[in-house]
T-cell receptor, first 111, second 117 residues
């Protein structure tokens, strides 16, 4: 967990707000990921980036917009979210097909 | 299609007793298999992995897992459970067949382990 940091750790936002989640990895990895973890549901992969290029988007609604300016940083821009988007958002990184290191997550509540 | 099944939502065991958390998988090629643990309000932490070689894999905190190809299983085990082992455990598989997406892990739904003192 210490190699991948996420900010903020907690976020409460209204449905009309715009906010961003930030992830930073200090491990020199080339791949980064966003996951959504909701109660009573399996972990959902949202986006995958490899060397700053998006390689996977798993039918995520456009109100979630990822950005990867370099291999160490990953953002998730949020706008006009719905209450059902409340969840723990996890960032992870890996070196190619190695195991993934996860950050502590951002607990998002949409009111 | 790739998938992972953790048949038990909850496992309860007394401290000092052996524990097993079950996982079965389905992949079209050779699997990479992983176990992760998640403590409350934390991200997932890597425990151990199987790629090739010895079917018994040893990992962090005294955990081990046994790969069984014929039963397509990768059960997590520990000889003597601790109260501090109480957490949510996830099994995951990565398909190594040609054309598989870089970094795509398929996770099970998770098993909540509770160890009673």
């Amino acid at each position: 967990e210490t190699g991948v940091t996420q900010t903020p750790r907690h976020l409460v936002m209204g449905m009309t707000n715009k906010k961003s989640l930030k992830c930073e990895q200090h491990l020199g990895h080339n791949a980064m990921y966003w996951y959504k973890q909701s109660a009573k549901k399996p972990l959902e992969l949202m986006f995958v980036y490899n060397f700053k290029e998006q390689t996977e988007n798993n039918s995520v609604p456009s109100r979630f917009s990822p950005e990867c300016p370099n291999s160490s940083h990953l953002f998730l821009h949020l706008h006009t979210l719905q209450p059902e988007d409340s969840a723990l958002y996890l960032c992870a990184s890996s070196q190619s097909q190695g195991w993934q290191y996860f950050g502590p997550g951002t607990r998002l509540t949409v009111t | 299609a790739q998938s992972v099944a953790q048949p038990e939502d909850q496992v309860n065991v007394a401290e000092g007793n052996p524990l097993t958390v079950k996982c079965t998988y389905s992949v079209s090629g050779n699997p990479y298999l992983f176990w992760y643990v998640q403590y409350p309000n934390r991200g997932l932490q890597f425990l151990l992995k199987y790629i090739t070689g010895d079917n018994l894999v040893k990992g962090s905190y005294g955990f081990e897992a046994e790969f069984n190809k014929s039963q397509t299983s990768f059960h997590l085990k520990k000889p003597s459970a601790l109260v501090s082992d109480s957490a949510l455990y996830f099994c995951a598989v990565r398909d190594l067949s040609r054309g598989s997406t870089l970094g795509r892990l398929y996770f099970g739904r998770g098993t909540q382990l509770t160890v009673w003192p």
